[in-house]
């Protein structure tokens, strides 16, 4: 059973840094695409960062040059390096893996979650 757990997640002041960490277990992935997500109180979840399995990474506007996604899949961990940050980057971050290696459509893997509180 495949499972992603994040890690990484606290509160920090304004223009501090974090690094949130996602470990998968249960599976190896060599053909997917993995996003982190975030969702604020009382907000849709949106997709802050995307990355595919050939390198390309892709980010929502107001993280871009502060947020960089990363990955080893050989050792199954994801990562999200986030600085600069500011009041509203408060959230739940989650991440996601698309598993396309056993079906075209992929299969959809979510973590439980881990809260940034961005705050002085």
């Known amino acids: 059973q495949v499972r992603l757990v994040e890690s990484g997640g606290g509160l920090v002041q304004p223009g501090g840094s974090l690094r949130l960490s996602c470990a998968a277990s249960?599976?190896?992935?060599?053909?997917?695409?993995m996003g982190w997500y975030r969702q604020a109180p009382g907000q849709n979840r949106e997709l802050v960062a995307s990355?595919?399995?050939?390198?390309?990474?892709n980010y929502t506007d107001s993280v871009k040059g502060r947020f960089t996604i990363s990955g080893d899949p050989a050792k199954n961990m994801f990562y999200l390096q986030m600085n600069s940050l500011k009041p509203e980057d408060t959230a739940v971050y989650s991440c996601?893996?698309?598993?396309?290696?056993?079906?075209?459509?992929?299969?959809?893997?979510w973590g439980k979650g881990t809260l940034v509180t961005v705050s002085s």
């Open positions: 996601k893996v698309r598993d396309f290696s056993k079906s075209p459509a992929g299969t959809d893997y």
């Open positions: 990355m595919a399995s050939g390198g390309t990474t």
């Open positions: 249960g599976s190896t992935f060599s053909f997917y695409a």
